[in-house]
């Protein structure tokens, strides 16, 4: 087999950058013309920037973002870290974000910190390195170098999804306590009294739930050992079939179950149809996050509404208004934008409820 030289680059030979000068070359221009006409354009004829772009699209030329930031101050980009990138309440929430800064001409770098604070500092300062307009982190935990890193960033920082008395900059979100608090005391008010919790990850957020569920246990003088399930492990709806049927068979006449997300959630109501308990006449079921299939669900799901789209808008909005506005903070710093319960099919008023399965 014969094999045809025609002058392309070799295996094993070095690939090199196209540079601004191969791109000043191709157009037949200075290389001072070429960074002109790439930052801006007006300042060029359209004849001169049609043949500089097209000599960008031939050779394939990717400006230095890096360079031009240090001479300018301004790489159009904003740094954002979250916990996950399948769970489903990280897609409203980066939906939001490019719904916003996308059009304003801002690339997002997102990093995913898999809800590890080390993993999580790793990422703030590897974004930092990138030289970002503005920091948008998920939570409120982070590690003290990593704390120390976003103060001294000089760039505008939003801790988002949940609130803090202590804020680093600027702090979007909801009470984690609260919402864990009013879902329990929901179900304590239609009538429940052994009311079980299961949640997984564990992580900052989680664990908070699980004290406002035993702040609002401890109101009606139930000791709630016995009446948790939990575990570090990822979430998943089978998981959430597993902890909930250790709840059963170590809660006699276990009556109603709140879930710390919505996975669990549904992975109890299946639990409940493959155990031939109705829900909700034998047992009340409420989720948190109201992902989109818990209305979709049968019955379905009662859950704690979060509005992780809206703090992800309010948090870009305030981001843009820093950085093209005066540079000034909003007056206040803390904004809390709550929370909502969506009932639905799968919580009732209590009628012995545990009693009348067991009967």
Do not use: W
């Amino acid at each position: 087999m014969s094999t045809k030289n025609n002058g392309s680059s070799g295996i094993g030979e070095k690939r090199r950058r196209t540079t601004l000068s191969d791109v000043a070359t191709r157009a037949g221009v200075s290389a001072v013309t070429v960074s002109r006409a790439l930052r801006k354009p007006e300042m060029v004829t359209q004849t001169l920037r049609h043949r500089v772009d097209q000599a960008v699209r031939d050779l394939g030329y990717i400006p230095n973002q890096l360079a031009s930031a240090l001479a300018s101050a301004r790489t159009g980009t904003i740094g954002v870290v979250i916990p996950s990138l399948t769970n489903g309440v990280f897609a409203d929430y980066l939906k939001a974000l490019h719904d916003v800064l996308l059009p304003a001409g801002f690339q997002l770098l997102v990093l995913n910190s898999r809800y590890g604070p080390e993993e999580e500092e790793k990422a703030i300062a590897t974004l930092l390195g990138q030289h970002p307009e503005a920091m948008i982190v998920t939570g409120i935990d982070q590690t003290r170098r990593a704390r120390l890193l976003l103060e001294q960033s000089g760039v505008p920082v939003v801790q988002t999804m949940e609130i803090t008395d202590d804020p680093i900059d600027i702090n979007i979100g909801m009470s984690h306590y609260q919402a864990g608090y009013a879902a329990t005391r929901y179900l304590i008010d239609l009538g429940y009294r052994k009311i079980g919790h299961v949640s997984a990850r564990l992580d900052a957020r989680s664990r908070r739930r699980i004290d406002g569920y035993r702040g609002a246990m401890r109101e009606i003088d139930v000791d709630d050992a016995g009446y948790i399930a939990a575990t570090p492990r990822p979430s998943t709806v089978a998981l959430g079939a597993e902890l909930f049927r250790q709840l059963l068979d170590r809660v006699y006449g276990l009556e109603a179950v709140f879930c710390c997300n919505d996975d669990l959630a549904l992975g109890a109501l299946f639990e409940c149809q493959r155990s031939g308990i109705a829900v909700p006449d034998e047992m009340s079921i409420v989720g948190f996050n109201d992902l989109e299939f818990c209305a979709s669900a049968f019955p379905a799901l009662t859950s704690v509404a979060t509005p992780r789209y809206e703090m992800a808008l309010k948090s870009a909005e305030i981001v843009l208004e820093i950085i093209r506005g005066s540079g000034e903070r909003p007056e206040e710093p803390r904004i809390d934008l709550g929370f909502t319960l969506v009932e639905r099919g799968s919580a009732r008023r209590a009628e012995s409820a545990g009693a009348r399965r067991l009967a």
